[in-house]
């Protein structure tokens, strides 16, 4: 009967190490983490359906282009020598040593698409290039899309929402911006990938 208390004693004591070490590890990790966002060089500011953002002109994103290829793969489908940053599902973020501008690109047979941090929780998110509008008048959205340069992608009547596209060497961030000051609309935002769910 004692050895059993004294090894459930021990058990305790070594899972009670086990957490305390694993939260260590966690609050490194976090540390870690938040040097390097200080590290992001930052660009303009985007305002996102209910949060702020700002661009990272050094940091961007590539989809893997299947389940067998590495992240270090894809980033070098796009550029040598940059560094992973993370992965958001398919997604995989990296820094380079170029600075741009919320453009969408396509290097090859890679789309690289621009990213942002959140401004209050640091999250990263990567900017798709679709614009989700709010016309005041939804019979106006084509107009909308015609005088910002933008392809029509879908109108949602059931919403009263449009979905943009914006076309090549059009800055995101500038888009997004100038949609917002519209009189014609009543709200108007860039889609952002912040979070991914993963199957289980």
């Known amino acids: 009967m004692n050895i059993r208390i004294a090894a459930l004693t021990l058990l305790l004591f070594a899972s009670a190490g086990f957490a305390q070490d694993y939260q260590k590890a966690g609050k490194a990790r976090a540390a870690e983490r938040a040097a390097m966002l200080r590290t992001f060089e930052r660009g303009k500011p985007l305002k996102g359906s209910r949060e702020q953002y700002q661009h990272l002109p050094q940091v961007f994103a590539v989809a893997l282009a299947n389940?067998?290829?590495?992240?270090?793969?894809?980033?070098?489908?796009?550029?040598?020598?940059?560094q992973l940053v993370e992965i958001?599902?398919?997604?995989?973020?990296?820094?380079?040593?170029?600075?741009?501008?919320a453009l969408v690109e396509h290097?090859?047979?890679?789309?690289?698409?621009?990213?942002?941090?959140?401004?209050?929780?640091?999250?990263?998110?990567?900017?798709?290039?679709?614009l989700v509008v709010k016309p005041k008048n939804l019979a106006e959205?084509?107009?909308?899309?015609?005088?910002?340069?933008?392809?029509?992608?879908?109108e949602y009547p059931h919403l009263h929402t449009a979905l943009y596209r914006v076309?090549?060497?059009?800055?995101?961030?500038?888009?997004?911006?100038?949609?917002?000051?519209?009189?014609?609309i009543e709200s108007a935002y860039p889609e952002i990938i912040e979070y991914v769910r993963t199957p289980k």
């Not at 290097?107 to 959140?118: I, L, Q, R």
């Not at 959205?141 to 879908?154: F, P, R, T």
């Open 107 to 130: 290097a090859g047979s890679a789309t690289v698409y621009p990213t942002v941090v959140n401004t209050r929780t640091g999250t990263l998110g990567v900017l798709t290039g679709a």
């Open 67 to 82: 389940s067998s290829e590495t992240p270090e793969q894809a980033i070098a489908r796009t550029e040598n020598g940059a």
């Open 141 to 154: 959205a084509d107009a909308i899309a015609n005088s910002h340069g933008l392809e029509m992608v879908k």
């Open 88 to 101: 958001k599902g398919r997604l995989v973020l990296f820094r380079s040593a170029q600075v741009k501008p």
């Open 167 to 184: 076309k090549a060497n059009m800055d995101v961030a500038d888009v997004a911006a100038a949609l917002q000051s519209d009189a014609r």
